[in-house]
């Protein structure tokens, strides 16, 4: 029996939930996402959860897209941009970068539905989706982010248009998380990786992606996510890997022959082996031997702590954000599998517009309709950091020097 996990996450067949999100067979990037930002927890939090972190996509100076299931599961929340670099919670103000340039989360907001339950595991892949306002805005021309980070932050473009997530679209998806295995409930280990890791994946036709999962979960893929399965055929600079990928949506299951237990790709009449001597494919892609035939996996996705995380592709030269990693399944031995479920930018379009963009603020007539006839509520909350151990929000100690009593000045005294 498979767990089948919101990257937050409940295990289904024993219904106990834990709060932990992590690339699965991932790399390290080579070229800098300079709109890869991710969430961690204050320090001093309600929240026990150790090692927490959840990823996200800067897509304004002050605004960043990442899961539902984070922020509703954290109050006190910090975002890390510009820095490929992964802190523990309680190390953020030993480091040079996270000290001075981490930002408070104090806004909020995510879809809710109508026909959200929240009594069934499926809530939390149901829109998985939020946007998160910061106390300032990240500056992007901050040289210090140079000397103190990495490279200064960037947004990238958020996808509206359905032609950019059909299947066979080549797509890469990143974050810091656990490489391929869900770490057991006593298990005090910290798996997130020390710098941000990436995948090549491809998107994976819905109707066969469905057949790995409840019917209940089906409704919601067809609805609101964007599958992935396959290994891509783009790098991190959106370069093509190779020049005959194999069909989208091959899935590999186990044949024996002559006694030895292969991989065997199942797709109309295809197979596919790859060459064990090629390093550049066994780089990039997952690679199992099994007898001595070296089989091409299809296993990059998510894991572990990489909830929130950005499924990237490109729209000629230029990346954009097409959607949010959700969902992933865990093998009996705790292996991190496919087909793993973003939620789609493109799917949230009217949410995420109405939310970002300051036109959606006044007058766009989708965002003024009643939440019946838009198809959701939006669910904002504010977070006040006045009485946290970490002190006010710059957003909080503006307002306060603003409403501060003026002393009248005798001009004469």
């Known amino acids: 029996m498979k767990k089948i996990l919101p990257t937050f996450v409940c295990v289904l067949f024993v219904q106990i939930c834990h709060s932990q999100r992590r690339i699965k067979d991932g790399e390290p990037l080579q070229v800098h996402k300079k709109y890869a930002v991710y969430l961690t927890k204050a320090p001093l939090s309600p929240q026990k959860y150790d090692f927490w972190i959840c990823g996200g996509a800067l897509v304004t100076p002050w605004f960043v897209v990442t899961s539902a299931a984070c922020v509703e599961d954290v109050r006190h929340m910090y975002v890390i941009a510009g820095y490929n670099k992964y802190v523990k919670p309680n190390e953020l103000n030993n480091d040079r970068c996270t000290k001075t340039k981490k930002k408070k989360v104090v806004f909020t907001c995510v879809p809710k539905t109508y026909d959200l339950d929240y009594a069934k595991i499926e809530k939390w892949s149901f829109v998985d989706i939020a946007v998160v306002k910061v106390e300032s805005a990240f500056s992007l021309n901050d040289e210090t982010y140079l000397t103190d980070c990495t490279y200064a932050p960037a947004p990238i473009s958020i996808n509206y248009e359905p032609r950019y997530q059909e299947a066979g679209i080549d797509a890469i998806v990143m974050g810091w998380g656990h490489l391929h295995k869900w770490r057991k409930t006593k298990d005090r280990t910290d798996y997130n990786q020390d710098t941000i890791q990436y995948a090549p994946t491809r998107i994976y036709d819905k109707s066969r992606c469905k057949e790995h999962y409840s019917d209940e979960m089906g409704k919601i893929i067809d609805k609101y996510m964007i599958c992935t399965y396959a290994a891509g055929n783009l790098d991190d600079r959106g370069e093509i890997i190779r020049k005959t990928p ?129 198809g959701f509520d939006i669910v904002e909350r504010k977070i006040s950091w006045i009485s946290h151990p970490d002190g006010p929000a710059e957003n909080e100690r503006i307002e306060r020097i603003r409403l501060r009593p003026q002393i009248p000045i005798d001009r004469f005294g």
């Not at 989208?248 to 299951?253: K, L, W």
């Not at 379009?349 to 939440?371: K, M, S």
């Open 246 to 374: 194999p069909a989208d949506g091959c899935v590999y299951q186990k044949v024996l022959i002559d006694g030895v237990e292969y991989l065997q790709c199942v797709n109309g009449d295809e197979e596919e082996v790859i060459d064990e001597n090629d390093e550049t494919r066994r780089k990039l892609t997952n690679i199992t031997v099994l007898g001595n035939r070296t089989i091409h996996t299809r296993r990059h996705g998510i894991c572990q702590n990489d909830h929130g995380g950005p499924l990237v592709t490109w729209v000629g030269s230029r990346e954009v954000l097409i959607g949010i990693a959700s969902v992933f399944r865990v093998t009996e031995s705790l292996e991190c599998e496919g087909p793993y479920l973003f939620t789609s930018t493109q799917c949230n379009g009217v949410f995420l517009d109405c939310i970002i963009n300051e036109a959606g603020r006044g007058g766009r007539r989708q965002c003024n309709l009643p939440a019946r006839e838009r």
